[in-house]
């Protein structure tokens, strides 16, 4: 079993900078594949980016060349770091972590971009 703690998020201006962090306690060699995901008020939860064991990565179009998705398999850490933030970036990340097709979610933390 793996349990996930995000943290980091917090309020930011229009073009500000966060780092995401997700915490994995149990065996982090387990999981493959890990990712951020977002819930805007209102919406859907949508991928943002996903990092696999071996440290291959993928976007949403829309985040593309402004966060980085990253993974410290020492510290059994995530991350993402958020730059250009926009006010429609406001939501509650969220970390995901995949075990064998079984699929674990941190609490969320919140990401708010005031304009």
């Known amino acids: 079993q793996v349990q996930l703690v995000e943290s980091g998020g917090g309020l930011v201006q229009v073009g500000g900078s966060l780092r995401l962090s997700c915490a994995a306690s149990g065996s982090f060699s387990s999981i493959s594949v890990m990712g951020w995901y977002r819930q805007a008020p209102g919406k859907q939860r949508e991928l943002v980016a996903i990092i696999t064991r071996s440290g291959t990565t993928n976007y949403v179009d829309s985040v593309k060349g402004r966060f980085t998705i990253s993974r410290d398999n020492a510290k059994n850490t995530m991350y993402l770091q958020m730059n250009s933030l926009k006010p429609e970036e406001t939501a509650v990340y969220y970390c995901?972590?995949?075990?064998?097709?079984?699929?674990?979610w941190g609490q969320g933390t919140q990401v708010t971009v005031s304009s």
């Open positions: 995901n972590a995949d075990v064998r097709s079984i699929f674990y």
